[in-house]
Nanobody, 115 residues
Framework: QVQFVESGGGLVQPGGSLRLSCVAS????????MGWYRQAPGKQRELVAG???????NYADFVKGRFTISRDNAKNAVYLQMNSLKPEDTAVYYC?????????WGQGTQVTVSS
């Protein structure tokens, strides 16, 4: 059974940083690109950043220069380092394989940016 377990969210002030972690299981991790997604209240879920099987990252324009995605294939993990956080980054953040659908989402991790 494919599973994604996200962690690392929390409450942070504008300009602060957080590092999200996601551990995947139930499939061969190295065979798939991974992505971080987010969903804010009242909005659709959107792709924030992706990383290929070879480790090449790509980012949505709204996080370029602030967020960094990485993966550790030995740990079946993907990370999202978030710097210079803004109130509009407030959302539940999820990780999942990119391009695999349908697929169950994990529980996500809440990120709240507020003073």
């Amino acid at each position: 059974q494919v599973q994604f377990v996200e962690s690392g969210g929390g409450l942070v002030q504008p300009g602060g940083s957080l590092r999200l972690s996601c551990v995947a299981s139930g499939y061969i991790f190295t065979n798939y690109p991974m992505g971080w997604y987010r969903q804010a209240p009242g909005k659709q879920r959107e792709l924030v950043a992706g990383i290929t099987t070879g480790g090449t990252p790509n980012y949505a324009d709204f996080v370029k220069g602030r967020f960094t995605i990485s993966r550790d294939n030995a740990k079946n993990a993907v990370y999202l380092q978030m710097n210079s956080l803004k109130p509009e980054d407030t959302a539940v953040y999820y990780c999942k394989r990119v391009g695999v659908s349908p697929e169950n989402w994990g529980q996500g991790t809440q990120v709240t940016v507020s003073s």
